[in-house]
């Protein structure tokens, strides 16, 4: 019986330590999930008539957690190194066509084109990439175009941390 008494508390010793362990892991883990969230939504483009080569400024910031998004330049700079994903939506006068880059780092990390034959119209497209701290992402008109905006047509470029890595 005392073996039997002695072996349980040496378990239960055991387990006691294991679930400090576990518990300061969980901690570990946990913190970085629960700081602070990057994201920025940006509307309303400055100039409907961009010329090719031309950055995109989006000058109503409407959410901007971390302050990546800079609507006077319209870049956004990364706070923190991660994985994050871009998403723009352009509206296009019909008949007109846009071509666009979403650039991050100088590297092209989406292009594509949006044309409507019939309507004015919007479209979305989505980047996601790797950035480090400081890197920066905009959108780049690739010829000259045209875009609408009003109360139904919001142009808008936003972003977001998916996953932060440590440096």
Not at 82 to 100: A, E, W
Not at 101 to 128: L, M, P
Not at 147 to 159: A, H, I, P, V
Request: overall charge negative; some cysteine.
């Amino acid at each position: 019986m005392g073996n039997i008494k002695t072996e349980f508390n040496e378990m239960k010793e055991k387990n006691a330590a294991d679930m400090t362990q576990y518990a300061e892991e969980v901690e570990k883990i946990r913190e970085p999930a629960i700081s602070s969230s990057v994201i920025f939504r940006a509307k309303d483009v400055k100039d409907i008539t961009p010329s090719s080569g031309d950055i995109l400024v989006f000058k109503t910031t409407r959410l901007n957690e971390e302050n990546g998004y800079d609507n006077s330049s319209g870049t956004f700079t990364a706070p923190v190194s991660g994985t994050y994903l871009f998403t723009i939506q352009l509206c296009v006068p019909s008949r007109t066509t846009l071509g666009y880059d979403i650039v991050a780092g100088n590297k092209e990390i989406q292009q594509g084109y949006f044309y409507d034959k019939n309507n004015d119209s919007c479209h979305t497209a989505n980047g996601i990439t790797i950035l480090r701290a400081g890197e920066q992402v905009w959108i780049k008109v690739l010829y000259s175009s045209k875009l609408q905006q009003g109360l139904n047509l919001w142009n808008s470029f936003s972003g977001v941390l998916i996953q932060r890595f440590t440096e």
